[in-house]
């Protein structure tokens, strides 16, 4: 059983979303918040497995809970809950390490797919979003970057592919692997390179050069010092 914490000022938006995820059968809403700073004391006594974070919130907003919650538990899965795609706080939660976020008129399938993806871990932007992320995160961090040494030259393929926005079965199938195999490499790489999410890795691949403005993979230089595992 998936079980989720969701933080909303609005009473009925709460009741909406408990019942969608109740209807689905694998999840259970642990908790309820109604400000930021509630959803950060309830994620901390709960440890739910997945947080529904609504951004704009009385006392403490759902940006400043989404940094101090993962400053406090890195691992945890933050999904953010907005009612406009282009709020401009999305963004700044989704550098801060939030999994991905939901627009609240999204599908109710839409929403319960997206609870269980990201009890897995799993992305959930859309290529569209994640090229308007990046293209922000980009136009705020100028300076170069270099290949860190320490990837083998299949995680530099699956952080190419993450920055191109594909999922993990996508992933799968461009190297032809397995699911679980494309996770352990995602997982090296965010340790490597200690990242919280995709979003982060996304936009490290297009500073790394690794994926260009079309997002599109850059060959790798002949002079790429990565081996292969």
């Known amino acids: 059983m998936i079980r989720v914490l969701v933080a909303d000022d609005q009473a009925l938006v709460r009741a909406g979303v408990r019942m969608m995820l109740e209807a689905a059968g694998d999840t259970e809403i642990c ?39 993962l400053a406090a538990r890195p691992s945890a899965r933050i999904v953010v809950l907005t009612t406009f795609a282009e709020d401009d706080n999305v ?11 939901l627009v609240k008129d999204d599908a109710p399938e839409r929403i319960v797919d997206a609870v269980r993806r990201a009890a897995q ?21 100028r300076e170069a970057v270099s290949l860190p040494r320490g990837l083998t ?46 979003t982060q890795a996304a936009v490290v691949a297009h500073r790394l050069g690794l994926v260009d403005a079309g997002f599109r993979p850059v060959p790798p230089s002949p002079a790429d010092p990565a081996k292969d595992a």
Do not use: C, W
């Open 31 to 69: 908790g309820e918040a109604a400000d930021g700073a509630q959803a950060v004391h309830l994620a901390e006594r709960l440890l739910p497995d997945v947080i529904l974070m609504d951004l704009r919130m009385p006392r403490v907003d759902g940006l400043e809970a989404t940094r101090r919650i």
């Open 91 to 101: 963004y700044g939660a989704l550098r801060a390490g939030a999994l991905g976020f």
């Open 121 to 141: 871990g799993e992305p959930l932007l859309a290529p569209s979003v994640l090229r308007r992320v990046v293209e922000r995160a980009l136009a705020a961090e």
């Open 153 to 198: 030259e299949r995680e530099v393929q699956v952080l190419t592919l993450v920055g191109m926005g594909l999922s993990n079965a996508e992933i799968g199938e461009r190297l032809r692997v397995g699911v679980t195999t494309v996770k352990s490499h995602v997982a090296a790489v965010m340790e490597k390179l200690e990242l919280r999410n995709r």
